[in-house]
């Protein structure tokens, strides 16, 4: 059993705690550590039975931690993965893996380096209906593919302070970009291959700190398809993902990580109702069964880092995705199209 330490316990790194805790035979939390050692903080320590340490550099030293789940904010993971691999712990990530090309490459080359396994949580792809619709891609089952679409929404945004680091520019360029889009731009990778061309135009509309709230974004990809993807961070929360191909269509509703919603819900109740439309013959409609991909993501990272099939998102589409959301952040400060690096 992989022994791990979560960096970061605000809602989301409590939530991955949670996903595996006594229901997992491959990881065990053991450890956590902080920005603030809140009473809350303390007591969730307490209460699942982690060691809490006054600091991520006195964390690491720890020879009984095999590895390190970090839930800290964006600009932090350069420092931290590296840090991790230099003491010979695997590395898992939440999403983005850094905030450019350049930091994901140096990330990645550490861990290579350092022989640690290095996981990056895009835990949407372990679902099953993206499973089953990444084979039915693969097989041809939706003809020549044409397109793609992504809207990601929730009201997060709107109850922010300006002191909180996902308030900060520089951590959330672009507005919903990088707390939910990327979860869009990943599909897209995993589904279609590599971005070629983005062209971005991101507004602040609603909400009272200093950042973009509404962002659009439109994508041509190498193998020639085209694809669309809105963020909304002051409105109901939602999720819809649909791709158009030569035979049909296939859209998939959900819903987005709302701030207060249940652990449970955030981890399990992603999708919801799934339409498959031939361009002949009748609609199938289904609903998206329960699933923990949260507990799915953090059992493969274990499984790799003891020796077993190796996480499946590779690290050259890790790094490919970062330097997508490179060029939208480029295209919407220049109002042009911007090709990815």
């Not at 450019?100 to 380096?113: G, L």
């Not at 109850?159 to 889009?181: H, S, V």
């Not at 291959?193 to 709230?213: F, K, P, Q």
């Amino acid at each position: 059993m992989i022994k791990a330490a979560v960096v970061g316990l605000g809602w989301w790194g409590k939530t991955l705690v949670e996903a595996v805790q006594g229901r997992s035979a491959d990881i065990r939390f053991v450890a956590a550590a902080t920005g603030k050692q809140t009473p809350e903080a303390q007591a969730f320590a307490k209460e699942q039975s982690l060691v809490l340490y006054g600091s991520y550099e006195e964390l690491i030293k720890d020879p009984e931690i095999d590895a390190v789940v970090l839930a800290t904010p964006n600009s932090m993971h350069l420092a931290q993965i590296v840090a991790a691999a230099g003491a010979g712990k695997h590395v898992f990530c939440e999403k983005p893996l850094a905030l450019s090309k350049a930091d994901a490459e140096t990330a990645v080359a550490a861990c290579r380096q350092a022989g640690v396994t290095l996981a990056l949580d895009f835990n949407r792809r372990f679902h099953p209906t993206i499973a089953k619709l990444r084979e039915g891609v693969k097989l041809g089952a939706l003809g020549k593919m044409l397109h793609f679409e992504g809207t990601m929404t929730f009201p997060n945004a709107l109850y922010l302070k300006p002191d909180q680091w996902r308030a900060n520019r520089t951590e959330t360029p672009c507005g919903g970009l990088m707390p939910m889009g990327v979860h869009v731009i990943d599909a897209a990778i995993d589904l279609f291959g590599e971005v070629e061309e983005v062209y971005c135009m991101s507004l602040h509309r609603a909400v009272a700190i200093d950042a973009d709230d509404t962002t659009s974004i439109l994508f041509r990809m190498k193998n020639g398809m085209s694809g669309y993807l809105s963020t909304m961070t002051a409105t109901a929360g939602s999720f819809r993902f649909q791709v158009y191909g030569s035979e049909g269509w296939v859209r998939i509703n959900g819903m987005t990580h709302i701030a207060g919603a249940s652990s449970e819900e955030r981890r399990s109740r992603l999708f919801g109702e799934c339409t498959h439309q031939p361009v002949k013959g009748e609609a199938e409609t289904w609903q998206a069964e329960p699933y923990d991909v949260s507990n799915a993501a953090l059992v493969a990272f274990a499984r790799a880092a003891a020796g077993g099939p190796a996480f499946p998102i590779p690290l050259a589409e890790m790094i490919h995705g970062v330097a997508v959301s490179d060029a939208v952040i480029r295209s919407a400060a220049s109002g042009r199209s911007e090709k990815v690096l």
